[in-house]
């Protein structure tokens, strides 16, 4: 069974800083990777998504990678921003359905 | 233009009420969903369908009821609702296009039962 873990569970850093989200799971027979945001009290806001046959991908101040054969994507996001306070999840999907992390939330102090 | 709509937005009842949820998607993807998310935020999948079929039914209690009249409605009925409903439920959607799936998620829909 897929499992997927996010570390750290909290990120308290302090803006302009460049910062790594990580994101790993447990079998790597999949489809695709997706990044979500989801601000408090709203729902999950689609960032970027890697396909299985893809290494990276970049939107802005955020680039995602994808090492399948062992399990891990990282979220980089450069020059944090008071306004990227939220949290952070990560999904994979597999034959059969889609599998979240429990999140990273971060914190960009002004 | 929203994409994936759910109502109501916010639900208090009481326990041992039944309770209804409505979706729709204006994406035109084949797959929708219901999640689960719980105070710990960890989302769970509850349902999803794949033009009006169910493929996906976790392991959630009979009292949850999924119906999709048509590929862009998703609805979710709830009997006898238990204190431990309470949650946030969000339905998504997704497509499979160019090797891949994107999921797109509704506003949630914040249960609570007294």
């Known amino acids: 069974k897929q499992e997927v873990t996010q570390i750290p569970a909290a990120l308290s850093v302090p803006e302009g800083e460049n910062l790594v989200l990580n994101c790993s799971f447990t079998?790597?027979?999949?489809?695709?990777l997706q990044w979500f945001r989801q601000d408090p009290g709203k729902g999950l806001t689609s960032l970027l998504l890697?396909?299985?046959?893809?290494r990276e991908q970049t939107s802005g101040r955020l680039n995602a990678s994808l090492d399948k054969s062992s399990g891990r994507s990282t979220l980089y996001i450069a020059a944090s921003q008071p306004g990227d306070s939220a949290t952070y999840l990560c999904?994979?999907?597999?034959?059969?359905?889609?599998?979240f992390g429990s999140g990273t939330k971060l914190n960009v102090k002004p | 233009d929203t994409a994936v709509s759910q109502t109501p937005k916010y639900l208090v009842t009481q326990m041992g009420n039944d309770k209804s949820i409505k979706c729709e998607q204006n994406?035109?993807?084949?797959?929708m969903y219901w999640y689960k998310q719980d105070s710990k935020k960890f989302l769970k999948i509850m349902f999803s369908?794949?033009?009006?079929?169910?493929?996906i039914n976790e392991t959630v209690p009979n009292r949850f009821s999924p119906k999709s009249p048509d590929k862009a409605h998703l609805n979710l009925h709830i009997n006898s609702l238990e204190l431990g409903d309470s949650a946030v439920y969000f339905c998504?959607?997704?497509?499979?296009?160019?090797?891949?799936?994107?999921?797109?998620f509704g506003p949630g829909t914040r249960l609570t039962v007294t």
């Open positions: 998504a959607s997704s497509r499979f296009s160019g090797g891949s799936y994107e999921q797109y």
């Open positions: 079998d790597s027979a999949i489809y695709n």
């Open positions: 890697i396909q299985s046959s893809q």
């Open positions: 999904a994979v999907k597999d034959f059969n359905k889609f599998y």
């Open positions: 994406l035109g993807h084949d797959t």
């Open positions: 369908y794949n033009n009006k079929e169910l493929i």
